[in-house]
């Protein structure tokens, strides 16, 4: 403060000014505001050059417009015969041109039997590398695949099938008996084409192998129109987002990129690292941000068809992994299990997710010896994207909270009442958006101009609209609405607290109570029902209450 005095006594046109100029630049630099500025510019620092790292990264990949299958090549001559997938259970492995080989001979199938650019082919099928060769070859010529989640049964299961608008339906033996149910209790049609993964004895329903049918087809490279760019359309992810049934997701090759490229660089992985993929393949969360580093890292994944806390740290340490991700429930189930010596043998330095809870993050960080924990926030259809970069407790990313920088970042804040739980207006009809130390509803500006904030929303244009907020910094504009609450505190650090809507979680499940009233009422005889969730303590997710 001595330095600033005298530079300003040095500079100043008059003693009175010097000294009105001092005391101004004393009062701001030790008001408590600053105080936490100067506190907080070492993360903030650390999360501008990842964004610019990201920014360039994107804008050179949009000027190249390749599709992602393009990408992969790349990844394929630079690690030919590097491991690129291990099954746990059936300890199959594919080298990285081996994979891209499989990827080959499923799109060479189906472009032999009529299937073009833009065509869906429903992806009902458990954690795979056949799951990921599949998208990944239908994806260099422009087929869509839609990711059924493989736990849906009955209505929910038709349901999904239904609104993708698909042509076939991909799955396997395991999978065929759940699928045959729909198809008997009149939910599906049985005349859809059915291909199985592998094979089975059950013929009741007319379905091709591709255990048998892909022994002749060829591994060469597809042939590939122009059209098929960055910009493409490369499947269908389902969110319930905060209302309703689940709904597809569009996801762009450059969206895929954009999440798999920025968590990676975020997180320091690199291609000597070795996945542990134990969620679900068919959300975001493990599809992209998980498998997206083999795509774009040349990282190993290690793929377990259902994550088992007895068997996590065993297969961690037999496998040589050296990177995982989360959901709170699964880091809970971790903590009561009991010790074991692979809980410390294990070679993971990084795991990365989202829902684990400030007051089990230090105990599962001493416990486990895991190096960094990568809490993120997001969505997957959104533009309101977020990370925890400095291992800060139970935060899942920040905002930098300098003034002049607030009204310029794209993610934001909106004040909510406490009552209603609807967006607070101010009498111009705008927004009021929240300072440090309020909480309120995550928005994201969308800019069709720009990719990086655009908005694809869902295949139904209606549930798109749904999700947008117009007038709401400025006349004209529109944001993406998430629906969820998060607090913002003094220091810009971001925590979730609730969701806004008739969803809860459950075992990193985005549940909507609309459904569960659908299947209670006819079990239980009642006129009418109500289904919200409970916070139950201890435990990272909401149960059903029912009135």
Not at 379 to 405: H, M, R
């Amino acid at each position: 403060m001595l330095l600033a005095s005298l530079l300003m006594w040095a500079v100043g046109p008059s003693h009175y000014l010097k000294v009105a100029a001092a005391y101004v630049l004393f009062r701001i630099f030790s008001s408590e505001l600053a105080m936490r500025c100067v506190r907080t510019l070492p993360r903030d620092l650390k999360g501008l050059a990842l964004l610019v790292k990201v920014h360039v990264r994107m804008r050179a990949a949009f000027r190249a417009n390749r599709p992602l299958s393009d990408m992969f090549l790349e990844v394929v001559k630079q690690h030919p015969d590097k491991e690129a997938v291990v099954e746990v259970e059936s300890g199959r492995t594919l080298t990285f041109t081996e994979l891209n080989a499989l990827a080959n001979q499923y799109v060479n199938y189906f472009q032999s039997i009529g299937y073009r650019k833009g065509d869906v082919v429903a992806l009902y099928v458990e954690n795979s590398a056949a799951f990921f060769a599949i998208w990944l070859g239908l994806s260099k010529v422009g087929i869509v695949t839609a990711w059924i989640n493989s736990n849906l049964k009955l209505e929910p299961l038709a349901h999904s099938i239904k609104v993708s608008n698909c042509k076939c339906i991909v799955t396997t033996s395991t999978l065929l008996p759940t699928y045959k149910n729909a198809v008997e209790n009149g939910l599906l049609p049985r005349e859809t084409p059915l291909f199985l993964v592998d094979d089975s004895e059950d013929r009741s329903l007319s379905f091709a192998s591709f255990g048998r049918e892909l022994a002749e087809v060829t591994t060469k490279e597809p042939t590939r129109h122009d059209d098929v760019d960055f910009k493409s359309v490369l499947c269908y992810i389902y969110t319930s987002g905060t209302t309703g049934n689940p709904k597809p997701a569009i996801i762009k090759h450059f969206r895929f990129y954009m999440m798999a490229m920025g968590t990676g660089k975020a997180f320091g992985i690199m291609p000597s690292d070795r996945m542990y993929i134990t969620m679900p393949m068919y959300h975001s969360a493990a599809g992209i941000l998980g498998v997206g580093q083999c795509v774009t890292q040349g990282a190993t994944i290690v793929i377990r068809k259902k994550f088992s806390a007895t068997n996590f740290w065993r297969d961690c340490a037999r496998f040589g992994c050296t990177g995982s991700q989360y959901i709170g429930e699964i880091c809970r189930y971790l903590l009561a299990q009991k010790r074991s010596p692979e809980e410390r043998e294990h070679r993971v330095r990084v795991m990365f997710g989202n829902g684990l809870r400030g007051e089990l993050w230090t105990e599962f960080v001493e416990r486990f010896g895991v190096q960094k924990i990568g809490e993120l926030y997001g969505s997957t259809e959104g533009n309101s994207n977020i990370l925890n970069i400095d291992n800060k407790v139970g935060a899942c990313g920040f905002f930098p909270i300098y003034p002049f920088l607030t009204k310029l970042y794209p993610v934001r804040l909106v004040k909510v009442d406490e009552e209603t739980g609807e967006i607070v207006r101010d009498k111009d009809g705008l927004c009021v958006s929240c300072r440090p130390g309020e909480t309120g509803e995550m928005v994201g500006v969308i800019d069709k101009k720009d990719p990086l904030l655009h908005f694809e929303g869902y295949v139904d244009k209606k549930d798109t609209s749904k999700k947008i907020l117009t007038n709401v910094f400025k006349k004209g504009d529109c944001v993406f609405s998430s629906g969820d609450i998060l607090y913002w505190d003094e220091y810009g650090y971001l925590f979730f607290k609730d969701r806004r809507g008739d969803t809860f979680r459950w075992k990193g499940e985005n549940v909507s109570t609309t459904e569960v009233e659908g299947i209670l009422q006819p079990v239980m005889s009642v006129e009418d029902a109500t289904v919200y969730g409970v916070e139950i303590p201890g435990r990272c997710l909401r149960r059903v209450n029912t009135t």
